[in-house]
T-cell receptor, first 108, second 110 residues
């Protein structure tokens, strides 16, 4: 079975901190990857795509390492509003395979 | 705001009953997928429909079935409900940059 593995956390960080999440995947044929954000009892929302060349969007940077089958998400200057669960996602072509999510709590 | 709408938002059913969940996909999206998210887990892929045909299915038993209509709206049907079917059921439409999820139906089986 193809798996996406994440550290569930929780990660508790102070405002302004930098935090990094990691994720591994087992299907070496997968082409597309994403990070989704999910707030408590809400639907997942697309945060960003992940490319081998890296992808930066403001305070967020995502990176894909195909050789190690490893995906990362870096959040700089954490805000209280960043508190959520971050889901690592592999797109198999017709299905999104989600990790269990990493919980982030940003504290004042 | 998401263009994917799901109904109902909450539902309580008794074990053994049948349930139908509905999804209206975002305009222009011809692909709809359904996911089950149990508490503390990531969403699990149930199946996908493309132009009214099922074109992919996850590891769910046949009592989970679906339909997609010509207007690309969709239904998820679950027969013979079990307690473990209690979960958030999410509909996602695409194809697009990632997929857009509806806000889900929270099903409780008692």
């Amino acid at each position: 079975r193809k798996e996406v593995e994440q550290d569930p956390g929780p990660f508790n960080v102070p405002e302004g901190a930098t935090v990094a999440f990691n994720c591994t995947y087992s299907n070496s044929a997968s082409q597309s990857f994403f990070w989704y954000r999910q707030d408590c009892r809400k639907e997942p929302k697309l945060l960003m795509s992940v490319y081998s060349s890296g992808n930066e969007d403001g305070r967020f940077t995502a990176q894909l390492n195909r050789a190690s089958q490893y995906i990362s998400l870096l959040i700089r200057d954490s805000k209280l509003s960043d508190s959520a669960t971050y889901l690592c996602v592999e797109d198999s072509g017709y299905a999104l395979n989600f990790g269990k999510g990493t919980s982030l709590l940003v504290t004042p | 705001e998401t263009g994917v709408t799901q109904s109902p938002t909450h539902l309580i059913k008794t074990r053994g009953q049948q349930v139908t969940l509905r999804c209206s996909s975002q305009s222009g999206h011809n692909t709809v997928s359904w996911y089950q998210q149990a508490l503390g887990q990531g969403p699990q892929f149930i199946f996908q429909y493309y132009r009214e045909e099922e074109n992919g299915r996850g590891n769910f038993p046949p009592r989970f079935s679906g339909l997609q209509f010509p207007n690309y709206s969709s239904e998820l049907n679950v027969n013979a409900l079990e307690l473990d079917d209690s979960a958030l059921y999410l509909c996602a439409s695409g194809p697009t940059y990632g997929y857009t999820f509806g806000s889900g139906t929270r099903l409780t089986v008692v």
